[in-house]
């Protein structure tokens, strides 16, 4: 072979390698408010039962009565990982911010993701004190190898300024550090667009939620609020889709109607298997 031909062998390697990773498919964890109702009886039985139906790991904020040295134990002997922390912003403000930095080092993981805010309607300043905080955060984080994200609810979607949704907002002042956990079901309740936004917003999600757009529980039973169910408005067949070819590492599987019982784990975990690109 000659040599031109080797490069544009390499060359066309590369390339295939590239896309290889872009479109892989991301892996399923779960949220431990999903069943936190259950996880507050029983935290190992419940992740054993989760580590059962397939999901290779876990979010959580809540660690009951857990150290992070005892949290990373536990998982381990289960067999899932720490995809991410998922705190609120006072988590971040100094002086707790080391001790945070330090039990996401302890517990395993390398990312942390604000959990909640909800700021003014009317006034900016509480979401630029948000901004600062993040950013801040980011800065010192990521010379410690840890990631800080940002999880949306429907407020930032609901909550315009200038003409702007909050999310847009916020994402024009975090500094590119800030990474975002994507939740299209919240987003999709707000009357927005989830893949006009990814599409606006690309390869910064290396964690999204996958929580169902249910409008209306009333009526439903354990299995029937999962993801794809007959009330969900998420389509989830293209959303999953275009996760895998931005680069998404983590479906975190949130359904929330009921926490006292897995089975819409169960039924969100055969519908995303369904719905993921082979």
């Known amino acids: 072979m000659t040599r031109a031909g080797r490069i544009a062998l390499v060359a066309w390697a590369v390339a295939w390698v590239t896309t290889m990773t872009a479109y892989a498919a991301p892996r399923m964890a779960f949220q431990v408010y999903a069943v936190r109702d259950m996880c507050a009886k029983d935290f190992a039985s419940t992740l054993k039962a989760a580590k059962a139906m397939g999901y290779e790991g876990v979010e959580t904020g809540r660690f009951y009565g857990r150290d992070a040295k005892e949290l990373k134990a536990l998982l381990d002997e289960v067999g899932l990982e ?5 705190l609120y912003p006072d988590s971040l403000v100094e002086p ?4 945070t930095l330090l039990f996401a080092h302890e517990a395993g993981t390398r990312r942390i993701n604000v959990a909640w805010f909800k700021g003014s309607a009317e006034n900016p300043r509480d979401w630029q004190l948000l901004v600062d905080v993040v950013n801040h955060a980011s800065e010192v984080a990521a010379k410690e190898g840890v990631e800080i994200g940002y999880h949306n609810h429907d407020q930032e979607f609901r909550i315009r300024f200038d003409g702007k949704t909050v999310c847009e907002w916020l ?3 975090f ?3 800030v990474k975002q956990e994507f939740d299209a079901g919240w987003c999709v309740l707000a009357g927005e667009n989830p893949h006009a936004w990814l599409k606006s917003h690309p390869h910064r999600n290396p964690t999204v939620h996958v929580m169902p757009a249910i409008a209306d529980e009333k009526g ?3 299995g029937e609020a999962g993801v794809g169910s007959s009330r969900d408005r998420v389509d989830w067949r293209r959303l999953l889709a275009e996760y895998a070819a931005d680069g998404v590492e983590w479906l975190v599987v949130k359904p929330v109607a009921f926490p006292g019982d897995c089975a819409d784990l169960r ?3 055969a519908a995303i298997r369904q719905y993921l690109p082979k």
């Open 96 to 99: 707790k911010l080391a001790e």
């Open 220 to 222: 439903l039973r354990p």
């Open 82 to 86: 720490l995809v991410a922390l998922q």
């Open 175 to 177: 500094s590119p550090l």
């Open 267 to 269: 039924a969100s975990a």
């Open 171 to 173: 994402f024009e002042r």
